[in-house]
């Protein structure tokens, strides 16, 4: 089994200041874990993937990811958060067979001029 | 460049009412899936399809019957539409095993 908590539903930051959005997960095999983000009234689309190798994972936008087996966690940052980043975000855990995706519930950032 | 197209993308519905929310795809992806996005609850996988003729359930399943013909299209269809089906419904593709899900824009659906 399979499963995906993010720690806060709402995370809010100035721009400028570090983001740092919290993911943990639950997976019975090795898990494939990714970023998604939502725009207003727009589909997901892909930030980044871990799937295997290098456990520092980099995305677009500015955004990384490290993969903690330790842990359990996969948590989302970006060293300084623009206006532009506002939007919600998924974290989200798959098998290797990438058939089914379990996310996670979201957390909606705010940017704080 | 047109990805994943749904249609349509609000409709109301009344109870016990059927219909079906259209997927078309043309990047020749062999995975296609629906999910539903609830307030508070992320997404959750409804059916998916790795390749025409080839469909399996995910979370939650019940209320939703799916089929797929063709290798672009994948209907999500609501025999009997009931108040708990309101909801945001997407469709996402992929090719099979490359891990990148590609969404379309969302068909929101209001059960009354």
């Known amino acids: 089994a399979q499963s995906v908590t993010q720690l806060g539903s709402h995370v809010s930051v100035s721009e400028g200041a570090l983001v740092l959005l919290r993911c943990n997960y639950s997976?019975?095999?090795?898990?494939?874990l990714f970023w998604y983000v939502q725009y207003p009234n727009q589909g997901l689309q892909l930030l980044l993937k871990y799937t295997t190798g290098a456990t520092l994972v980099k995305g677009i936008n500015g955004f990384e990811a490290e993969f903690k087996k330790s842990e359990t966690s996969f948590h989302l940052t970006k060293p300084s958060a623009h206006m532009s980043d506002a939007a919600e975000y998924f974290c989200a855990v798959s098998a290797n067979n990438f058939n089914k995706f379990y996310f996670g519930s979201g957390t909606k950032l705010n940017v704080k001029p | 460049n047109a990805g994943v197209t749904q249609t349509p993308k609000f409709q109301v519905l009344k109870t016990g009412q059927s219909m079906t929310l259209q997927c078309a795809q043309d990047m020749n992806h062999e995975y296609m899936s629906w999910y539903r996005q609830d307030p508070g609850m992320g997404l959750r996988l409804i059916h998916y399809s790795v390749g025409a003729g080839i469909t399996d359930q995910g979370e939650v399943p019940n209320g939703y019957n799916v089929s797929r013909s063709t290798t672009e299209d994948f209907p999500l269809r609501l025999l009997s539409a009931a108040p708990s089906q309101t909801s945001v419904y997407f469709c996402?593709?992929?090719?099979?095993?490359?891990?990148?899900?590609?969404f379309g824009e969302g068909s929101r659906l209001t059960v009354l």
């Open positions: 996402a593709s992929s090719r099979q095993g490359a891990g990148e899900l590609f």
């Open positions: 997976s019975s095999v090795p898990p494939y």
